[in-house]
């Protein structure tokens, strides 16, 4: 079983047991992270795309070490001006190994702004912007013709 998950802002195709090097992560060697952004997964012939993530998809692994990447040399030169710089640079990394890759498993907490969605704002943001605006207009909201669609929603609710 594999799967493309997101991590540090890039995507990686993962397996059990795998190690793989990401950007630097917070957290000590030794602890266990897990990535809930996960895009796609796949085992044997039953792939399950996400749009974007997998609901309830999660990828577990554990920090084996943080270390610098390979040393690369950065140098700039503009001929005939006597202009040349050089520099180096190395990436901070960490290196991850895989634990394990649960589809139907328990989802990371939710914030608790989403879990306080209401029902007249999930209706509210089925309607256009001139829509709203004509609902503001009826309720005797100021400003209402300058303000986006979440602050229209916002002053309706």
């Given at each position: 079983?594999?799967?493309?998950?997101?991590?540090?802002?890039?995507?990686?195709?993962?397996?059990?047991?795998?190690?793989?090097?990401?950007?630097?992560l917070?957290?000590?060697?030794?602890?266990?992270v897990?990535?809930?952004?996960?895009?796609?997964?796949?085992?044997?012939?039953?792939?399950?795309?996400?749009?974007?993530?997998?609901?309830?998809?999660?990828?577990?692994?554990?920090?084996?070490?943080?270390?610098?990447?390979?040393?690369?040399?950065?140098?700039?030169?503009?001929?005939?001006?006597?202009?040349?710089?050089?520099?180096?640079?190395?990436?901070?990394?960490?290196?991850?190994?895989?634990?394990?890759i649960?589809?139907?498993?328990?989802?990371?907490?939710?914030?608790?702004?989403?879990?306080?969605?209401?029902?007249?704002?999930?209706d509210?943001?089925?309607?256009?912007?001139?829509?709203?605006?004509?609902?503001?207009?009826?309720?005797?909201?100021?400003?209402?013709?300058?303000?986006?669609?979440?602050?229209?929603?916002?002053?309706?609710?």
């Amino acid at each position: 079983m594999y799967a493309i998950v997101e991590i540090a802002g890039q995507q990686f195709k993962v397996a059990k047991d795998q190690k793989v090097f990401v950007h630097r992560l917070a957290g000590e060697e030794g602890d266990k992270v897990s990535f809930d952004k996960v895009l796609l997964t796949g085992d044997g012939d039953n792939i399950t795309l996400g749009a974007p993530a997998i609901d309830g998809a999660l990828v577990e692994a554990k920090i084996t070490r943080h270390l610098k990447g390979d040393k690369v040399i950065v140098f700039k030169k503009k001929r005939r001006k006597g202009y040349r710089v050089k520099n180096g640079h190395r990436q901070a990394l960490t290196e991850i190994s895989i634990e394990g890759i649960s589809v139907s498993g328990s989802k990371k907490s939710t914030s608790a702004k989403k879990e306080e969605t209401t029902s007249s704002e999930k209706d509210l943001s089925s309607h256009t912007v001139a829509e709203l605006r004509e609902m503001a207009k009826e309720k005797g909201v100021e400003g209402y013709s300058s303000m986006k669609k979440a602050e229209l929603i916002a002053a309706l609710s």
